[in-house]
C-alpha cells in the first residue's frame, strides 16, 4: 500500500446530529470492505454533529464517506493529535463542583431544586446534597452531571 | 437491546459476558465511541493503549 508509512492527520467529517455512531460504524464497514487506509474513528458525545477521522490523507476520507447515509461532507483542513487529545480522556463530571457550593438539579424528580453540596465522590462521579425547600435536611445522592453549579463554595 | 460496555475493558459488546476478557462487569452507562481500525498504524490507538481492533467506549461508569 503507498500510504504504509504516512502519517496520520485527523479530520473532520460533519453528519446528521445524533447520528455520528451510526456513520462511525458505516464507515467502519466500508474502510474495511474497500481496504481503506482509515485508521481509526472517533464519536465523541460532546462533539454533536461531526466525527474524527484518522487517516493519512483527505482524498481517503472523502471516497469513503461518498455512500454512507448521513455523512454529510468533510470539513476543510486537519487537525493534530494533540487537537483531539481532550476527547480521548474525559473529565469526570463532578470536576469543578466543591464541598459547600449551591448547586441546581437539572433533571429528575428534584429538578429545579436549589440545594448545598455535602459530598463530592469522583470515583462514582455523584455528589451527596442536602436540598434548600427541604423541612428536615436529608441528604440526596445525586449523579454529577445532573446539577447546575449556581454558587461556588460558601463560607459559613 | 441497549449496548454495554465491559468496564475492564471498555469494549462495546452485545452480550451478557465480554468475550475478549470473559469478564461480566458490564455497564450500559457509557458515552464516546472510539473505533480502532489499524491498531498497529493508528496515533489514537497508540496513545490510549489498544492492541486490538474494536470499537471502544471513552468513558464507562
Known amino acids: 500500500m503507498a500510504s504504509e508509512d504516512e502519517e496520520s492527520a485527523i479530520f473532520v467529517v460533519k453528519t446528521t446530529a445524533n447520528q455520528e455512531r451510526s456513520v462511525a460504524v458505516m464507515l467502519t464497514q466500508i474502510a474495511k470492505k474497500d481496504r481503506l487506509d482509515i485508521r481509526s474513528i472517533l464519536a465523541p458525545d460532546e462533539l454533536k454533529g461531526y466525527i474524527l477521522i484518522e487517516s493519512p490523507r483527505a482524498s481517503i476520507v472523502e471516497q469513503a464517506i461518498q455512500t454512507v447515509p448521513h455523512a454529510r461532507s468533510i470539513v476543510k483542513g486537519q487537525s493534530s493529535l494533540d487537537e483531539i487529545m481532550h476527547f480521548l480522556t474525559p473529565k469526570p463530571t463532578v470536576t469543578g463542583i466543591t464541598e459547600g457550593a449551591i448547586i441546581e438539579i437539572t433533571s429528575g424528580p428534584f429538578k429545579g431544586e436549589k440545594a448545598r453540596v455535602k459530598r463530592v465522590d469522583e470515583g462514582h462521579e455523584e455528589i451527596t446534597v442536602e436540598l434548600f425547600d427541604a423541612v428536615v435536611p436529608i441528604p440526596i445522592t445525586i449523579r454529577g452531571d445532573t446539577v447546575r453549579v449556581l454558587k461556588k463554595e460558601e463560607q459559613s | ?61
Request: proline share 5%.
Open chain 2, 1 to 61: 437491546m441497549a449496548e454495554m460496555v465491559c468496564r475492564e475493558c471498555h469494549r462495546i459488546l452485545k452480550g451478557q459476558t465480554c468475550p475478549v476478557c470473559g469478564s461480566g462487569n458490564l455497564s450500559s452507562d457509557w458515552s464516546g465511541m472510539v473505533i480502532i481500525i489499524d491498531p498497529k498504524r493508528s496515533e489514537i490507538a497508540k496513545k490510549i493503549g489498544i492492541e486490538t481492533p474494536d470499537r471502544y467506549a471513552l468513558k464507562v461508569r
